[in-house]
């Protein structure tokens, strides 16, 4: 790290120092559509003229780069941290994601919690932003120790809130609760509670998505 940028990181208060909000995406379970949302919401605030984020600390399933239709490109490094990949030459979409770091993504899925903690904790604070409006923070289903290292390693920064995410099902309703509980242990504030659609019509939704998606990242076939 240069001398200067250095400096001037540490006195602004880091990567995040030009980011104006920061939101965490939460679910008790994987597979409840999460990252659907973030990036939905990511899109929906890049078209009203957001500069927006998205860092994806999902290990074992960071599915965001294929979501917005990235593949798996090379991140460099600059003074201040890792580079995040720009979704359009405006640079008005950035994003990181875990699964770009690993070289081989199906390796994280065994690691122990303090080799994941510490590469969540190095990873959320070394991403070198620039200005934004909004960060959001897709993180893995549950509240476990990945959790508590995004927490940890944003403590200086002011996390906004999170935004908890569920289906109608009873067992995904039930860890809302857990996650309601681990958010006011951790003073987090709740900003609110997305209950996707019944499963019955999940596919044809599903189908619509990826159209879209596709639409949007320029493929017509
Ligand atoms: N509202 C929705 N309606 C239909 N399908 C959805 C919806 N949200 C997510 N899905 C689909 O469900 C699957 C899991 O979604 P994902 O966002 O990856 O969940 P999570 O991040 O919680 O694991 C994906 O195939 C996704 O396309
Ligand atoms: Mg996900």
Redesign the pocket.
């Known amino acids: 790290m240069g001398q200067n940028n250095g400096l001037y990181y540490i006195l602004n208060g880091g990567n995040l120092s030009q980011v104006q909000h920061v939101v965490l995406v939460l ?1 008790g379970k ?8 973030t990036t939905e919401l990511a899109l929906a605030l890049r078209h009203v003229g957001k500069k927006v984020g998205i860092l994806d600390v999902d290990l074992c ?1 960071p ?1 965001i780069p294929r979501m917005l239709n990235v593949g798996r490109p090379e991140v460099h490094q600059c003074d201040s941290g890792w580079v995040p990949v720009y979704t359009d030459a405006q640079k008005s979409l950035a994003l990181m994601s875990i699964g770009f770091l690993l070289e081989d993504p199906d390796e994280a899925v065994v690691w122990r919690g303090p080799k994941k903690t510490a590469l969540i904790g190095q990873f959320v604070s070394d991403v070198a932003w620039g200005e934004l409006d909004i960060l959001l923070v897709d993180t893995p ?1 549950g509240t476990s120790d990945e959790h508590l290292a995004v927490l940890e390693n944003l403590k200086k920064h002011k996390v906004d809130g999170a935004i908890l ?1 569920t289906i109608p099902q009873a067992v995904s309703t039930g860890d809302v609760r857990r996650e309601i509980t681990f958010c006011k242990k951790t003073g987090l504030r709740i900003l609110g509670i997305v209950e ?2 019944c499963v019955s019509a ?1 596919f044809r ?2 189908q619509h ?2 159209q879209r998606w596709r639409r949007r990242a320029g493929q017509t076939d």
Do not use: R
């Open positions: 679910s994987g597979g409840v559509g999460k990252s659907t949302l399933g599915s289903p995410v996707w659609i999940l939704m599903q998505l990826f």
